[in-house]
Every structure is written in structure tokens, then in C-alpha cells.
């Protein structure tokens, strides 16, 4: 493979705003950081203990009318540079400035509608993100604030201490030590997903308290419908929104893409909806010797499905397939297959389509009680196959 020709080629994309959300909604975005004064950071260094920080961004929907663009960096520099080191970990490196030239479009906070009515009339389900083990939330701002434009508050978090670099608002930076540390044992990275089941939950307590809740979306519009909550999650953020629905009874649902079963859920089961969709090569397979997805499956004693999409990689549910520079590499025969073989062969813009028509059917159904589009989660597309499917009452169950 042409790796230093292709990294070169890359670092050399104009700066270029990512295209708009699919939606009915714009969307507006909010940075915060919260800290849970009742919970010591396990992960911080022994000589440096501290109270555990989560850092989130929340994409909340907003009227198309009630707003004019504010066009940011799709990460900072910092984050920007670190991420794409981090992208050498997933086989397939960028040069430093591969992010530095990306720009999002939000909704200028402040300029909605701010009136007590207006905002009650605007109330949202919460949707809950999770990255991958190492991953930035901000690898997934596409994709998270495309979910938004169709009438969810989405937020994203970053699990501190484990996500490669985490900004707060404040302006300090606290760096990974995962990869220097537990590495990928099994014992090792359930110890992460409990620190990160615990991160959903403190927001979640956090969404609860209106005070906090309201700060959150002023400005916007909108409120949050804290009573409808789901989980979801990419790789290990997947395994911890299996966890998290097991262990918080708030949670109404979750789902999990492509990532590999750790944690109770496995052998214990749940009750809600758990949504298992993935690559067609299915984590056991990578991952011998954990819990299987069938295995997991059989356990649950609630609503829940596998199903997998045609032409997936691993890196596939990240932002990376939609983004402008990958678009235009993958037009150069030199580099389609190398690119291909790291994102899937899968067109990046219906990879993006179908992965927020799958989190979209799991939520009517958990905040509808529709479950039409579950039961028959194959109409999506040609791409898509059922394996197994139980609890929701469909004819084919």
C-alpha cells in the first residue's frame, strides 16, 4: 500500500464545511463539562486524585426558521492532532492536519425562541452517546448531529483518562493512559466499561436536575423530556450501553454497533430493548473467547435483535466515511481499495443513512411503542439482514 503518497494527498484537502443534517431540525450545539463531586476518578493518576470529569456535547434540534448558521472546526487542534494519531490504532494512519480543514454548520445559540412556552411545547428525548475504546466524542459529531435533526437531544460524552485527549471548557487537557496501562484485557477493559456506565449515568442525574437540564438547552428553544432516555454506542461504547441498560433504571433501551460483549448483560440479560447491529462479520469472530452476540441474545429476556449491514468495517460507524477529503480519495483508483479495506465498501453517505435509520427505528419503538420498522428493519435497504429477532411481537418471531 501507497501509505506516505496517500497520507500526503490527504494532508493536502482545502478547508470545507461537511454538508448539513438530514432532518426536518436544525440543530444547535453546546459544549459542557460536569463533575461528579461524589465520585473519585479511578483512572487519574495515583499522585494526582481528583473528582471525575465528564466532558459532553449536546446537539439539540431547533426550528429551521428560528436560526442562522455558526459555522465551527469539526475539532480543535488539539483534539484534531490526537485523533488522527489515534487513527493509526484503528490501521490506518492520517497526517496530523488531517481534521484542522473540516467545518460544521450549527445553529446560532440565541437566536431561537427563549419563552417558557415555546421551550415546553419543544421538549425532546435524550439519546446518549458513547465513542469507542480511545475514541473521541468528536469523531461522531456528524452522525450525532445528524440523529439531532430528526427531534432528539443527543449528547455525546468523552470517558476522561480514556479518550485520547479531552478539552474541557476551562481549557485544561487530560490525555489517555489506557493504552499504557490495562491495554485490551478482557478483566481490563469491563473495569472501563463500568467508569463509563457510571459516566452515563451521573448525566443522566444531571439531565434530571431541571436547574441543570434547562442551562443546558437555554437559548435553544427546546427542553428535555428527561423520562424518555435511550443509550447507545459504537465498539466499547456499544458493550456500555448494554451495561448501562442493565444497571440504570432509567434507561429505556440501547443499542450497540459492531462492538464486542463485555460487562454482566452477556450472561445476566435485560429486560429492555438491546439492538445489536454490526458488520457482517460478527465481534466473537474477531474477539474468540468473549461472550457472542447469540450468546448475549439468548440471555436477554426482553425485546431484542441482531442485525448486520452488507459492506461494513469496524471504522465504518464513525463520521470518517462522510467526510469531504475521504469522498474525494476514494474517487482515485490508486487509493479506493486501501481506503475500502479500512471503511468498508459500503458508500460513506448511505452507511451514515442507514446507521440513523437504525437508531431512529429503535426509538420509535422505545418512545412510540412503534414497532413496525423493527419487525421489518430489512425494508431499509438491500444492505441490512435480520439474523435473529425476539420480544417485540412480530409475525416472523
Request: with cysteine; aromatic share 8%; charged share 20%.
Amino acid at each position: 500500500m501507497h501509505l506516505p503518497v496517500f497520507t500526503t494527498l490527504i494532508s493536502l484537502a482545502s478547508a470545507v464545511l461537511i454538508q448539513g443534517p438530514p432532518g426536518p431540525y436544525s440543530v444547535a450545539r453546546k459544549v459542557q463539562a460536569f463533575e461528579d463531586s461524589a465520585r473519585w476518578d479511578p483512572l487519574a493518576p495515583a499522585d494526582k486524585p481528583e473528582k471525575r470529569r465528564v466532558a459532553t456535547s449536546a446537539f439539540i434540534p431547533v426550528k429551521k426558521n428560528n436560526c442562522s448558521d455558526d459555522v465551527v472546526p469539526y475539532m480543535t487542534p488539539i483534539t484534531a492532532k490526537a485523533m488522527a494519531g489515534f487513527s493509526a490504532s484503528l490501521g490506518f494512519a492520517l497526517p496530523d492536519d488531517f481534521f484542522d480543514n473540516l467545518e460544521l454548520a450549527f445553529c446560532k445559540v440565541g437566536e431561537t425562541c427563549k419563552s417558557r412556552r415555546d421551550a415546553s411545547q419543544n421538549k425532546y428525548p435524550v439519546v446518549l452517546f458513547s465513542p469507542g475504546l480511545g475514541g473521541s466524542r468528536h469523531l461522531y459529531s456528524v452522525l450525532a448531529r445528524s440523529l439531532a435533526s430528526y427531534g432528539y437531544v443527543v449528547l455525546t460524552l468523552d470517558h476522561t483518562y480514556e479518550t485520547g485527549v479531552v478539552e474541557f471548557p476551562d481549557g485544561s487537557v487530560v490525555y489517555g493512559v489506557v493504552n499504557a496501562t490495562g491495554g485490551l484485557a478482557p478483566a481490563y477493559l469491563e473495569s472501563l466499561i463500568e467508569t463509563r456506565q457510571a459516566d452515563f449515568s451521573f448525566i443522566i442525574d444531571q439531565l434530571k436536575t431541571p436547574d441543570v437540564a434547562a442551562q443546558l438547552v437555554a437559548g435553544t428553544g427546546a427542553s428535555i423530556d428527561s423520562d424518555k432516555v435511550f443509550v447507545y454506542g459504537h465498539s466499547l461504547g456499544g458493550a456500555t450501553s448494554a451495561a448501562t441498560i442493565l444497571a440504570d433504571d432509567r434507561v429505556l433501551g440501547g443499542l450497540n454497533f459492531d462492538g464486542a460483549m463485555y460487562g454482566p448483560v452477556p450472561t445476566e440479560g435485560s429486560d429492555k430493548l438491546l439492538v445489536l447491529a454490526g458488520t457482517p462479520v460478527l465481534p466473537q469472530t474477531v474477539f474468540p473467547g468473549i461472550p457472542s452476540w447469540n450468546q448475549t441474545y439468548d440471555k436477554q429476556q426482553g425485546p431484542a435483535l441482531i442485525v448486520t449491514i452488507n459492506g461494513t468495517a469496524h471504522p465504518t460507524f464513525l463520521d470518517a466515511p462522510q467526510l469531504p477529503p475521504i469522498k474525494a480519495l476514494l474517487q482515485n483508483p490508486e487509493y479506493t481499495a486501501a481506503l475500502q479495506g479500512f471503511l468498508g465498501t459500503i458508500d460513506g453517505d448511505r452507511a451514515a443513512q442507514l446507521t440513523i435509520d437504525i437508531v431512529r427505528a429503535a426509538l420509535r419503538f422505545m418512545f412510540d411503542g412503534k414497532k413496525d420498522e423493527l419487525c421489518n428493519i430489512e425494508k431499509l435497504g438491500p444492505e441490512l439482514d435480520l439474523l435473529k429477532i425476539k420480544g417485540l411481537g412480530c409475525p416472523q418471531e
